[in-house]
């Protein structure tokens, strides 16, 4: 289990057994000091495995202090992937992105001067920087992506 996301995940099941409403969908922000790398590869990957997992989701990418542009590096990565990119510009973490994020993700970035987000805070503090090394943090990318998808379906499913 993903120490963190199970209180979000709980949330997503105990929406699933109420079959008098619509499920509503889990927000996940993804953030990284420039959201211009780790957060946008991580949102383009969790968006497709959630789609094709069946999670109802809203996924959004920022950065605590945003680069100009998006990585071209990464851009092409996820294009040769098949991968949308999932934002045009980086954009600044705002109050209200943490005041209605079910799951906030914060890739390598220190959320302590951030506000306190409404939902689970859950930190990836493991994953290279991949100016360093892109093939390592893409590979820890994947993995944490894939075992965020898992935990939160086998919670929906309960």
Known sequence: MIVGVAAAAAGLAAQKRDDSAPLEPLTVLFMCPHGAAKSVLASAYFKRAAR????????????????????????????????????????????TDMAVADVVISIG??????????GTLVRWDDVPAPSEDFAA????????????VDELVRKQRQ
Not at 55 to 74: H, I, K, W, Y
Not at 137 to 148: F, G, K, N, S
Request: glycine share 6%; proline share 11%.
């Open 52 to 95: 094709e997992r069946g999670l109802n989701v809203r996924v959004e990418s920022a950065g605590t202090d945003p680069d100009p542009e998006v990585s071209l590096r990464v851009a092409d990565h996820l294009k040769k992937g098949g991968f949308d990119v999932p934002v045009a510009k980086p954009r600044r973490v705002r109050e």
């Open 137 to 148: 943090a893409d590979a820890r990318i994947r993995e944490r992506v894939t075992q965020l």
């Open 109 to 118: 970035c220190d959320p302590k001067s951030m506000p306190t987000p409404r």
